[in-house]
Structures are given as structure tokens and as C-alpha cells.
Nanobody
Framework: QVQLVESGGGAAQAGGSLTLSCDTT????????LAWFRQVPGKGREGVAA????????HYADDVKDRFSISQDKAKDTLSLRMNSLSPDDTAMYYC??????????????????WGRGTQVTVSS
């Protein structure tokens, strides 16, 4: 059974950096989509970044594309999100998501079959 486990969240100062990791052990699909989403109370899950390993392409939300970097380490079964220049607006619960197929619209949470439980990121000014 696939179980995604996030880690690396915590508190940071504005302008600081954090790296989130997601253990994707057991997720062996050769053609899949891996992504990071975030959610604040009262709102839906927002796509932050996605990677299509089979196509070697990545996508970012407009408000993070110059600050965040998504990457996959297949040898370690790890998906990472490096977050630089953090702002209080980045405060949210961050989720790792995965689907065994190539999702059509990477920002739509409904397209992902598997999810982690989330890791909280809190950025103070």
C-alpha cells in the first residue's frame, strides 16, 4: 500500500528557507505525476509545484516559481520542495501528492490518487 510521508515543515522567518521532503517509498510507477500542494484553513488545496519524471518537466504556481524548486531523488524515493525567500503568505499545510498516471491539469487536487498527511509551514514576519 502506498503511503506518502512528508517531513521538514516548521517555523521560519520571512526571507528564510525550508526544504520539505516526501517519502515516496513503494511508489514505483514509471509514468507518474508527483506534486506539492498547500492549504490554509477555509480554502481548498492549492497546487504549488509538480514534476513529471517521465517527461522531465516541472511546473510551478506563479507566486512561487522564482522561489521554490521541486525535485525527485529516485534512488532515495524522495520528493523534495526547496523553498527560498519565504513570506508569511507561504504559511500553510503542505501536502505531497502522487498519481500513477500523467495528470492532465497538475494544479487540480482531484487528479491525484495518493496523498500524504501534510506538514505545517509557518512563516513569521
Amino acid at each position: 500500500q502506498v503511503q506518502l510521508v512528508e517531513s521538514g515543515g516548521g517555523a521560519a522567518q520571512a526571507g528564510g528557507s525550508l526544504t520539505l521532503s516526501c517519502d515516496t517509498t513503494g511508489y514505483t510507477h514509471t509514468t507518474n505525476t508527483l506534486a506539492w500542494f498547500r492549504q490554509v484553513p477555509g480554502k481548498g488545496r492549492e497546487g504549488v509545484a509538480a514534476i513529471y519524471p517521465g517527461y522531465r518537466t516541472v511546473h510551478y504556481a506563479d507566486d512561487v516559481k522564482d522561489r521554490f524548486s521541486i525535485s525527485q531523488d529516485k534512488a532515495k524515493d524522495t520528493l523534495s520542495l526547496r523553498m527560498n525567500s519565504l513570506s508569511p503568505d507561504d504559511t500553510a499545510m503542505y501536502y505531497c501528492a502522487a498519481d500513477p498516471g500523467v495528470v492532465t491539469t497538475w494544479q487540480r487536487a482531484e487528479e491525484y490518487r495518493h496523498w500524504g498527511r501534510g506538514t505545517q509551514v509557518t512563516v513569521s514576519s
